[in-house]
Nanobody
Framework: QVQLVESGGGLLQAGGSLRLSCAAS????????MGWFRQAPGKEREFVAT????????YYADSVKGRFTISRDNAKNTMYLQMNSLKPEDTAVYYC?????????????????WGQGTQVTVSS
C-alpha cells in the first residue's frame, strides 16, 4: 500500500517562499504520476500542479504558473512543490496525490492515493 505524508506548510507573509515535501512509501513510487492539490475553506479542492513518473513532463494551474515549481526525486521517494511570490489567495490546505498511471493528471478522480494535507497560510 502507498502512503503519502506532506510537510513544510506554515504561516508567512505575501511575497515569501515555501517548499512543500511529500514523502511516499514503497518502491512503486517511481512509476506513479504525482500531483499537488489545494483546498481553501468553503471551496472545492482544486488542481495545482502535476508531474509524470520520470519528472520530464509537468503541468500547472494558471493561477500558479511562473510562481510554483513541481519536482520529484524518485531515489528518495519524495515530491516537492517550491512556492515563490506567495499571495493571500494561495492560503489553503495543500495535498499531495499519486496515481497508478504514469502520465500527468489534473482531476482529483484520477488519483488513487492522498496525503493528509499541510496548511499554508499567507498574510497580507
Amino acid at each position: 500500500q502507498v502512503q503519502l505524508v506532506e510537510s513544510g506548510g506554515g504561516l508567512l507573509q505575501a511575497g515569501g517562499s515555501l517548499r512543500l515535501s511529500c514523502a511516499a512509501s514503497g518502491r512503486i513510487f517511481r512509476s506513479y504520476a504525482m500531483g499537488w492539490f489545494r483546498q481553501a475553506p468553503g471551496k472545492e479542492r482544486e488542481f495545482v500542479a502535476t508531474i509524470n513518473w520520470s519528472g520530464v513532463n509537468t503541468y500547472y494551474a494558471d493561477s500558479v504558473k511562473g510562481r510554483f515549481t513541481i519536482s520529484r526525486d524518485n531515489a528518495k521517494n519524495t515530491m516537492y512543490l517550491q512556492m515563490n511570490s506567495l499571495k493571500p489567495e494561495d492560503t489553503a490546505v495543500y495535498y499531495c496525490a499519486a496515481r497508478i498511471l504514469a502520465t500527468i493528471g489534473t482531476m482529483t478522480s484520477e488519483y488513487d492515493y492522498w496525503g493528509q494535507g499541510t496548511q499554508v497560510t499567507v498574510s497580507s
